[in-house]
């Protein structure tokens, strides 16, 4: 198991109040952040505050079920309060190792109005934001179905708000007020100039999804959802947490991504060797051609692993397709494939097979798939159109993953399932969808509307492209997919999505794409070197849909991409978090004017240090890359 560095864990005070005691509070580790609970004519009124200044209220407490209702007449009784210091060490992620300070509080609830049925609320105070969930009493709740969860969130104004209805959806920004159905989370608001605040859920594994609407007797207040009601036996008494990430800037609300994973359970694997990140290329021939050659791709520009996409069973639609057979979909490819001779190939050379698998497949058949693709030798799977939102299907998605983990499989999710944290605890759940990717043919805009909302969830699987036409007539060009294969963070990074390596069948499979990999081209050195994982990251700075800066560090190495919209924007580089007394050089790529037409990369080599500033203009809907290498 991967250790964990406990810095300290201290049990600060366990005490009970009177009944009479009405007002609780409990700051962050710093006192930047405090959470006061005050009784409210209905539920329990939370007050967020940041360095003294309201920052929100939340009503929360208020829970509907079939024949009972409880938050109509709290009263506060034990109050148990915990401090917690600790820096974990990831199995893979955008840091080595993450911090994870906290205060928590649990606040007994007894509703005299409901039997004097009781309610833990639990709340943690960390400087990244607040959580809080729920216990219920097991005894009293046995046989209850949740109906309803009713968290209020009021606001001072009506503040700004990027905003989608689905996990893949376009990002509009708007106002509180123009939220009516149900939006996606995290929900990212702009109170002001200074401060940023994300709305979402972690651990969420047991429970029916939750979404924001708009309040109708409200416009500056939003409303939790669920996606349908709620067994609490099946949810093991516990709901997953509730946040509010508070942040000075959109770079710092994305720094702060780990507080997700911090909200989950540690890992549960005890092995996590054959977890491997990695570069992916998919086959969409489905041919043995089309296999080879990309497993020789793979294997001459430092991928780590070959994706058979959908087909390789038969129709992903048909019941009737088994996916315990290699039996090509005749819609895709005319074949042949002989699946098996790819896989030892692949081995020889140290290559990855990963198979897709649709969920109707799944469904049906994942106890006996899960061995069988084990003794295939196949490293890990794509689970495909899964559904999600309700418990049932939540339930079952992630006993999927946790199945997986059994024979050493690791897993991408794809389409509307968007992360909570829970790669922490089973790491083999490597990445996932739930984001709109290199598919939907996204502006640098919608991209960079992206990184500060989707990408405050977890890892997105964006499906990155290349040469496909798509990348110059609405993606920015060649050098902003490179930005944006370091800036969108997967640990499973997929390249190349809709292009062919030299070999493969053109006229195979794939839907007409027809795309081809020019290996001569010197800009590849960029995705033969480009690491998946990182020891740090910073954000250097960004403002919503306009522009960002990333750096990561991988090794001695660091990595940077950038982005601007709709704008040409002059880019001041400052290397102040390189190596005192180190020299490094910097290969910049880019796209200048000059070669915008034929959308060819630029490739510049300095010398560079500490103090060294790169100064570069990128031109409107582009980005550029840079690596860093110590002299």
Known sequence: MNKVLLLGLFLLLAITFSCSQNVVNIESSSAKLTAEFTIAEKGVNLSILNEGNLVLNVNLGRLIFENDVLGNNYSFENIKKVTVKE??????????????????????????????????????????????????????????VLKKELTNFSFDGDHEAWITQTAQGHYLKGKISDIGIACERPLVIKK?????????????????????????????????????????????????????????????????????LNLNEPNKLEDVSWIKPGKVIRDVTLTTQGGI??????????????????????????DSSDAATITVDPKRSTGPLDLHHVIEYAESKGIGIILYVNQRALEKQLDELLPLYKSWGIKGLKYGFVNVGTQEWTSWLHDAVRKAADYQLMVDIHDEYRPTGYSRTYPNLMTQEGIRGDE??????????????????????????????RVSETMGGKAAQMAKSIMLY???????????????????????????????????????????????????????????????????????????????????????????????????????????????????????????????EIIGNSGLAVIIRKI
Not at 229 to 240: H, R, S
Not at 562 to 579: I, V, W
């Open 293 to 318: 050659a990309c497993v020789d791709f793979a294997a001459r520009r430092n991928l780590q692993y070959v994706e058979f996409d959908a087909g390789w069973y038969g129709n992903e639609y048909d």
């Open 87 to 144: 820096k974990w060490n990831v199995v893979y992620g955008e840091k080595s190792s993450f911090d994870n300070n906290y205060n928590e509080i649990e606040i007994t609830l007894t509703d005299r109005d409901a039997s004097n049925k009781k309610l833990w609320l639990i709340c943690r105070a960390y400087d990244e934001g607040i959580a809080f969930r729920y216990k219920f009493d097991s005894i009293s709740t046995k046989d209850l």
């Open 440 to 469: 939907e043919s996204p502006s640098v805009e919608q991209t960079l509307n992206t990184l500060f909302t989707r990408m405050i969830a977890g890892a997105g699987d964006n499906t990155n492209c290349y040469y496909a036409p």
């Open 490 to 616: 997967s640990p499973w990074q997929f390249l190349y999505w809709y292009d062919r390596p030299e070999g493969s069948p053109v006229k195979k499979g794939g839907a007409g794409m027809t795309t081809g990999i020019v290996e001569e081209n010197e800009d590849l050195s960029f995705y033969d070197a480009l690491p998946t994982v990182w020891d740090d990251t910073k954000v250097l700075e960004g403002t919503i849909g306009e522009f960002a800066t990333i750096a990561r560090k991988n090794g001695n190495d660091w990595f940077i991409g950038a982005l601007t919209a709709t704008s040409d924007r002059e880019l001041q580089l400052e290397l102040n978090f390189l190596e005192e007394k180190s020299n490094y050089e910097a290969t910049i790529y880019y796209q200048d004017k000059g070669n915008l037409d034929n959308n060819t990369v630029s490739i510049e080599k300095v010398e560079v240090n500490k103090d060294s500033v790169i100064l570069r």
């Open 192 to 260: 002001n100039d200074t401060m940023y605040l994300a709305f979402g859920e972690a651990a969420l594994v047991d429970y029916a999804r939750m979404k924001f609407t708009g309040d109708t007797e409200n416009p500056l207040s939003l409303q939790t959802t669920l996606d349908g009601e709620v067994n609490l036996k099946k949810a093991g008494y516990i709901t997953p947490w509730r946040y509010v990430m508070v942040a000075e800037s959109p770079a710092k609300l994305l720094e702060y991504n780990y507080f997700v």
